[in-house]
């Protein structure tokens, strides 16, 4: 029996390769085969040269979950697929109770069907969250400083956005057809799973199993009461103030900007957006069947 190990070498900065070849040591009854995410060009090439007691293990964090599943889209995956948690973020992983460089699980049954999020007539799949305003501001900056080859301190970030560097927005959202109007919005994710942005619990009370998304409105409120509140969604705690934390559920949710801002989709950074519709699986399933 082989193991199919896709790594994404840019994940763990830059580490992850040296992090998967480990795996020959964990899987010593297995012939671990490594592979770079970035050079398969050919999904259903690569996936027909597996047999079928081998096994798929995909190795990096959120951002390598995100990429396979968008780019395997339309084929059919097998069912022995695993996921390795060794990325910079693995909100994924926590998610489900698995922390990094935990043992390969089992992620076959989570990865089909999943949501999709549709932004500037573009429509894909994400795994954990699509983030409007500060969270996109915070990878936006990530981006830059990786770039500038600086270390890269999200909750340091996050602070100086708070600080000054963020200027919230006023926003306009629809839930399954009921429209809301929010004002000094913070953070407005709609969340697949309860955590993203490496560790924060914005929707503690979301399931990924289920047939709903949760959006989660940080909303009316001036800088230092916002900063003062923001550890808590580390917690999941920030939901307790209600007065400023909006969360709503549905299958179709869509959140309107005033103004052009950063986007995050499973931590890739997208700017200058102004609207996205995220869909539940099952609404995007059905949509694909009529």
């Known amino acids: 029996m082989a193991a199919w190990v896709v790594y994404n070498p840019l994940a763990s900065d830059g580490t992850c390769r040296s992090t998967a070849e480990l795996l020959e040591v964990v899987l010593e009854d297995d012939e671990v085969r490594l592979f770079d995410i970035t050079k398969i060009t050919n999904y259903a090439a690569f996936l027909s040269g597996m047999e079928p007691e081998d096994r798929l293990i995909l190795a990096g964090g959120d951002g390598t979950l995100n990429r396979f599943v968008n780019d395997t889209q339309g084929l059919e995956l097998p069912e022995n697929i695993f996921f390795f948690p060794c990325g ?38 994400f795994v954990n969250a699509v983030g409007f305003g500060l969270d996109g501001y915070c990878c936006r900056r990530g981006d830059e400083l990786r770039r500038e080859g600086k270390a890269v301190n999200y909750t340091a970030i996050a602070a100086g956005g708070l600080l000054g560097r963020f ?7 629809t839930v399954d057809g009921v429209s809301y109007s929010f004002r000094r919005v913070w953070i407005a994710p709609t969340m697949h799973g309860r955590y993203y942005g490496g560790g924060m619990m914005a929707a503690p009370a979301q399931d990924r199993r289920g047939d709903t998304l949760s959006l989660v409105v940080l909303h009316n409120m001036h800088r230092l009461p916002a900063l003062c509140l923001f550890p808590g969604i ?57």
Do not use: K, M, W
């Open 88 to 125: 910079t973020g693995n909100d994924f992983a926590c998610d489900l109770g698995h922390r990094l460089y935990d043992d390969p699980f089992c992620v076959a049954q989570l990865l089909r069907p999943l949501p999709t999020v549709e932004v500037n007539g573009r429509r894909r799949c």
């Open 167 to 173: 200027r919230p927005v006023n926003a306009r959202v």
């Open 234 to 290: 580390f917690s999941g705690r920030h939901v307790q103030h209600r007065r400023h934390v909006t969360v709503l559920t549905g299958r179709e949710i869509t959140v309107r900007f005033d103004r052009p801002a950063p986007l995050q989709i499973d931590g890739e950074t997208l700017l200058d957006v102004s609207v996205y519709t995220a869909r539940a699986a099952r609404t995007t399933s059905q949509r694909q069947g009529t």
